[in-house]
């Protein structure tokens, strides 16, 4: 179901932990390494960017109604280029009810070669709370700067182009080891799901797409 849908048939305060990655809507041409070309087809990928934006907001706002007090929200984003201009998630992080607690990097190594500007090659992960007195164990002991050595994504052999790593949310849930349910209401491949299985938790995941709803099944019980 639509993730809007799905977060409003959840009760207040009911989420330990939300790890996700919404689309980034990235239009409908997309730039990798020197190349141009026309975005896939999974998402409508396109909107106007303050529809976008609105739309975020929407769904991070649902995401703090059911999160727990003491709840963490781990938010995967990026910086985008438009027409020349730099757009950061936080026009519409800081406009939400959620405090900003920490900003992550990812050195994804992801390509764009444009000679115009220094290669963006980086994504961001936001650590958001209710209570800025909420707190982590970083058992993991790492700095706030992940590589692909650290977190390498992992294909699903073309059927899905935009799972994140395992070991992102591995170590993610590490760090929170009480927590009990995680929530991915952009849950795609099914990627936040199947590690919360594997590490024991329970967990939630939403998706609109039919087929990747069945993928994410077919991954989870074959693990």
């Known amino acids: 179901m639509d993730c809007l849908e799905g977060l409003k048939g959840l009760e207040d305060n009911s989420v330990d932990l939300i790890i996700t990655s919404p689309p980034y809507n990235l239009g409908k041409k997309h730039h990798t390494g020197n190349n141009r070309f026309e975005s896939y087809n999974e998402y409508d990928d396109n909107?106007?960017?303050?529809?976008?934006?609105?739309?975020?907001?929407?769904v991070l706002n649902e995401c703090f109604r059911v999160l727990k007090q003491q709840g963490s929200m781990w938010y995967n984003h990026k910086n985008r280029i438009s027409k020349g201009v730099q757009i950061s998630p936080y026009e519409w992080l800081i406009l939400s009810k959620f405090i900003v607690k920490q900003e992550v990097v990812w050195f994804n190594r992801s390509q764009n070669f444009d000679k115009i500007r220094f290669y963006p090659m980086t994504e961001r992960v936001y650590w958001l709370v209710k209570d800025s007195k909420t707190k982590m164990f970083n058992i993991i002991n790492h700095h706030d700067v992940f590589d692909t050595k650290d977190w390498k994504p992992k294909g699903t052999k073309g059927e899905f182009k935009r799972a994140y790593p395992e070991k992102m949310v591995e170590d993610i849930i590490s760090c929170f080891k009480e927590s009990d349910l995680i929530l991915d209401p952009f849950s795609g491949s099914g990627t936040t799901c199947l590690v919360a299985k594997r590490m024991g938790k329970k967990y939630i995941g939403f998706e609109l797409n039919l087929d990747y709803c069945k993928l994410s099944e077919k991954k989870i019980n074959e693990q």
Not at 47 to 58: C, F, R, S, T, V
């Open 47 to 58: 909107m106007p960017e303050d529809i976008y934006q609105k739309w975020q907001l929407e």
